[in-house]
Each structure stands twice: as C-alpha cells, then as structure tokens.
C-alpha cells in the first residue's frame, strides 16, 4: 500500500511558478513510476508528465513540455512538478499518481495509486 500526499498547490498569475511535492509512504518508493495529472473544471483527466521507475526517463504532454519538470527523490520519498511560465490553462487539480510494473506511464489506468490533489490556480 501505496500514500501519497500533495502540497504545493496555490494562486498565482500567469507566467508565474509553482512547485508541487508529493510525498509517498512505503519503503519501495524507487520501485513506482510516478506520475502527474490534472483535472480542470468540467474536463477529463489528463496526463501532465511523469518519471519512470528505471529513473532517468520522463515524458511530459505536449502542453507543458519546456515548461514543466518532474523530479523525483527517492531519499525522501518524493516527486516534484516544478512548473513555470504558468499559463491561465494550467488551471486545474493536480494529482499525483504512482505505479508498479510497466507503462505507458501516459496513461492514467497504469497507475495503482492516486494522492487527493491539491488546487493550482492561475489568474490573467
């Protein structure tokens, strides 16, 4: 069993910055390929980036490649989406999601566990 839990979330205007952390339990962490979704008001789910659990190989969408990074450090059970130049379209709840076993970690269905997200708003 898998928890995660995510911080960093706020308000800040558009071409602004945001760290998002999300801190996992369990001993295996190294193990999952961790992911970034998010989810803007009456929209679906979609794919933001994530960081396989070989390390060294991400993949990010199309929309915030250049903008944002996922990171990840298994010392402390934690990856991170540094976001920047944040656009009024990165608004949404962003949630963080962890996975054993193989990808395609664009995927969301990959993922066994899923943290409660946390609010990034980005005003104009």
């Known amino acids: 069993q898998v928890q995660l839990v995510e911080s960093g979330g706020g308000l800040v205007q558009a071409g602004g910055s945001l760290r998002l952390s999300c801190a996992a339990s369990?001993?295996?962490?190294?193990?999952?390929?961790m992911g970034w979704f998010r989810q803007a008001p009456g929209k679906e789910r979609e794919f933001v980036a994530a960081d396989s659990w070989s390390g060294g190989s991400t993949d990010y969408a199309d929309s915030v490649k250049g903008r944002f990074t996922i990171s990840r450090d298994n010392a402390k059970n934690t990856v991170y989406l540094q976001m920047n130049s944040l656009k009024p379209e990165d608004t949404a709840v962003y949630y963080c999601?962890?996975?054993?076993?193989?990808?395609?970690?664009?995927?969301?269905?990959?993922?066994?566990?899923w943290g409660q997200g946390t609010q990034v708003t980005v005003s104009s």
């Open positions: 369990g001993r295996t962490f190294s193990s999952y390929a």
């Open positions: 999601a962890a996975g054993y076993g193989l990808g395609p970690w664009a995927l969301g269905g990959r993922y066994d566990y």
